[in-house]
């Protein structure tokens, strides 16, 4: 089973734009979802999710790195998954465009279902961020 889901936008917005979605907790709230994802080292992190067989329904954790305008990483946990680590970036391009990538890594020892369960709903979340972007546009 491969180590990490990975799952990426290409936006044409600027990637200050993208990144406002990511720690305006208004914005992202209509896309993530209920989450505490402070923008700060350290800070207490918790993402809800609804129960499924394969996960206990919130994720919390700690905030273990922020580079500002680019990446928060956190530290997540329900009670069944073991160091795993959920990095959301977003990356400027040349031409002015932006690219999303959210990354759930700790994944390898769990079976294909529960990959693919993870993959599929971390793919909803960046389905309605595409949507809350465009509507800041």
Known sequence: ?????????????PADQVWQAVVDPALRSQ?????????EEGAPARVSLPPRP?????LQGTVVYVVPGRTVAADLSD????????????MAKGDGSSRFELVHRGLEDQPVWV???WWLRWRRRVDRLVKVVDSLS
Not at 1 to 13: G, I, K, T, Y
Not at 79 to 88: E, N, P, S, T, Y
Request: without cysteine; charged residues 20%.
């Open 31 to 39: 896309w993530f979802g209920d989450a505490d994802l402070p923008m």
């Open 115 to 117: 990959y693919a369960g």
């Open 54 to 58: 394969f996960s206990g329904g919130d």
């Open 79 to 90: 009670g069944r998954l073991q160091d795993a680590r959920l990095q959301l970036h977003v």
């Open 1 to 13: 089973m491969p180590e990490l889901a990975r799952l990426s936008h290409d936006f044409v917005q």
